[in-house]
């Protein structure tokens, strides 16, 4: 599939076909493609946990959820997901990288850093997660863990204290039935077209095709 096509089809799924498997070459492929993935100073401090055995997905959502509530419609079709990928950022291994001689930011200090960029390389890794699922024929979600369960969904996994779930990609064939109309968000807001976000030398400046 040619690229602009992946990207123009790619969407938030939301329900999945709980009786189709993701099959094991697939799932090698968008790992393969993760780790493809920029990142400063070539740190790859990121960790994909793929939860794909019915009980590992039960802990996860058991962990994230309150169990005395009644599942509203997201969870309810999230929840069919066969495969869930936690993305996880390691802040330690990026400045462990930055102390070296080419670097030089012996100190360690997280304040030298502008941004996160632990979590920004693991968003771009999520995003080639997203893009391979379209090319692959197959649904995602990305969607977070708030900061309230991460403890919870750590011990769960044995997941390192240090580590943070920037984010989880559910994966998983779009459940049967009609697919192209907007879901969530995309149904009640509208894409920012590029003349409104999209800059010229100067902030303010619109962006003007063809210019």
């Known amino acids: 599939m040619e690229l602009r096509e992946v990207i123009r089809k790619r969407r938030m799924v ?38 794909e055995s019915a009980q590992a997905r039960d802990r996860f959502w058991a962990a994230t959820t309150d169990p005395g509530a009644e599942p509203d419609r997201w969870l309810r079709g999230v929840s069919t997901a066969p495969v869930l990928v936690l993305c996880c950022s390691d802040p330690h291994t990026y400045l462990a ?42 649904g995602a979600l990305y969607f977070g863990v708030p900061p309230e369960q991460q403890d919870a969904v750590k011990d769960a996994f044995a997941i390192p204290q240090d580590r943070r779930v920037v984010g989880v990609v559910a994966l998983g064939y779009p459940a049967p039935g009609p697919s192209t109309e907007a879901k969530g968000s995309a149904r009640t807001r509208r894409r920012r077209p590029v003349r409104e976000v999209a800059h010229r030398d100067r902030f303010g400046v619109p962006w003007r095709s063809g210019d």
Do not use: C
């Open 97 to 138: 990288r930055y102390a070296e001689g080419d670097k030089g930011w012996t100190d360690r200090d997280p304040a030298r850093w502008p941004v996160p960029y632990w979590d920004v390389d693991n968003g771009m890794a999520a995003m080639l997660i997203l893009l391979t699922a379209v090319d692959e024929g197959l």
């Open 14 to 51: 939301r329900a999945y076909d709980a009786d189709r498997e993701v099959p094991q070459e697939v799932l090698d492929r968008v790992l393969q493609h993760a780790v493809r993935a920029p990142s400063a100073g070539f740190s790859q401090g990121w960790d994909f946990l793929v939860l």
